[in-house]
T-cell receptor, first 111, second 116 residues
Framework: GQNIDQPTEMTATEGAIVQINCTYQTSGFNGLFWYQQHAGEAPTFLSYNVLDGLEEKGRFSSFLSRSKGYSYLLLKELQMKDSASYLCAVRDIRGNYQLIWGAGTKLIIKP | DTAVSQTPKYLVTQMGNDKSIKCEQNLGHDTMYWYKQDSKKFLKIMFSYNNKELIINETVPNRFSPKSPDKAHLNLHINSLELGDSAVYFC???????????????FGPGTRLTVL
């Protein structure tokens, strides 16, 4: 079957670093995506990993370990505007390449 | 210059009514999607079209019927609305569905449907 797990909610302090974990189980893994969704808005693309390792993009980095079925999103130098939900999604080749989505992690940034 | 647009943004209606949501993308993408996001924030794929051809049709009540007049448009018609249909419906589009391709999905602003 297919299953994606992320923490429901996390809290961090402005200026700090936070790591949001995602574990997945899928029979036909073909890439992992992270999206950001502010309250009342649409999800927007943050990062993509298909090979093991770290992808860095400014303040955001995403890591993937396919053997462990594990990814994390690392946010550095947190800003108040980073308060949002972060959605992990896995592309499954057996599902006609559709994305299977986690429920998202609500990140609350405190001053 | 909106990339993916949906209308209406809000839809409040009575149980049993029929309603439609329209979606248009001006990105030149080949693939479009309809998602439902419920109160628990799970995004669930409902349908996907590639060049006007239905390629993903998840377990969705047949009261929901998508229609793609051309590859830039994907509309969603819902018959006999039920209370459980209340959710946010997102349209999205992407360029490719190839193995290994980034295939970023671009989302519309969402349609918040409330069934009374």
């Amino acid at each position: 079957g297919q299953n994606i797990d992320q923490p429901t909610e996390m809290t961090a302090t402005e200026g700090a670093i936070v790591q949001i974990n995602c574990t997945y189980q899928t029979s036909g893994f073909n890439g992992l995506f992270w999206y950001q969704q502010h309250a009342g808005e649409a999800p927007t693309f943050l990062s993509y990993n298909v090979l093991d390792g770290l992808e860095e993009k400014g303040r955001f980095s995403s890591f993937l370990s396919r053997s462990k079925g594990y990814s994390y999103l690392l946010l550095k130098e947190l800003q108040m505007k980073d308060s949002a939900s972060y959605l992990c999604a896995v592309r499954d080749i057996r599902g006609n390449y559709q994305l299977i989505w986690g429920a998202g992690t609500k990140l609350i940034i405190k001053p | 210059d909106t990339a993916v647009s949906q209308t209406p943004k809000y839809l409040v209606t009575q149980m049993g009514n029929d309603k439609s949501i329209k979606c248009e993308q001006n990105l030149g993408h080949d693939t479009m999607y309809w998602y439902k996001q419920d109160s628990k924030k799970f995004l669930k794929i409902m349908f996907s079209y590639n060049n006007k051809e239905l390629i993903i049709n998840e377990t969705v009540p047949n009261r929901f019927s998508p229609k793609s007049p051309d590859k830039a448009h994907l509309n969603l018609h819902i018959n006999s609305l039920e209370l459980g249909d209340s959710a946010v419906y997102f349209c999205a589009s992407s360029q490719e569905r190839l193995a290994g391709a980034v295939d970023t999905q671009y989302f519309g602003p969402g349609t918040r449907l409330t069934v009374l």
